[in-house]
């Protein structure tokens, strides 16, 4: 039995290290460099790196038993990609989500960059951004001064801060995770008073950044998730071990 899993999340990591160890043939789709370096973590699998087309993904999953979309939340685009190349070549798709979490009162909701943009317009103070590179566009015009971008530690991200006019002194380039404490220190050190994040569920770090943002008096603005249905891990899990005769 052979799985596809387009992955970069620490679900799709976790699943191909429970498929590899059933015995399956695992593959494992990640987009980004920083994906691969963690997926490597999981002897037994093979990854492909680099961001795949439709036609790309059908390729991949040629000959393949399950199909499963556990890419973020967020990637909405992403997904309707996957399951549009699982639908192509033939293969059954299962899209892994991770549960939502329960908003804290009293924070911001937005439905998008933009609109979380425009709700900061206005409003004075420096912004923590936790929404990654490629949503900084949408924020650039609140001043690149007052934002300080949190984003991986790659030259692409580097070069998108830049792009939105972000000062070298304000770019936070680290790797997760990020625990509560090294948050509230960041939130103290840089002077926020708006922390923007997307809903990363525990995987995603988002109860330390609600804890920190109350502790450091910083209003929380989310971006809530794209409408989607999925399954949680262990229901994929176990689908996983019927197709390998272990249910």
Known sequence: MRVVIFSGTTEGRELSAATVALGMETAVCVATEYGRDVQESVPGAAIHTGRLDVPGMA????????CVDATHPYAA???RNIREAAQ???????RLLRRESDLPAGCLCAGSAEEAARLLEGREGNILLTTGAKELP?????GGP??????LPSVESLVACEAAGIPRANIIA???PFPY???????????IRFLVTKDGGAPGGFTEKVRAAQDAGALLLVIRRPTEDGEPF???LQTCREMMGCG
């Open 77 to 79: 685009e992403a997904s």
């Open 59 to 66: 390729r991949v999953l040629s000959g393949a038993d399950l």
């Open 138 to 142: 949408a924020f650039a015009a609140l």
């Open 174 to 176: 680290m790797q997760g």
């Open 146 to 151: 007052r934002l300080f971008p949190r984003v």
């Open 234 to 236: 262990d229901s994929i």
């Open 181 to 191: 404490d090294l948050n509230l220190a960041l939130l103290r050190r840089f002077s």
């Open 88 to 94: 192509s070549a033939g293969v059954p798709y299962r």
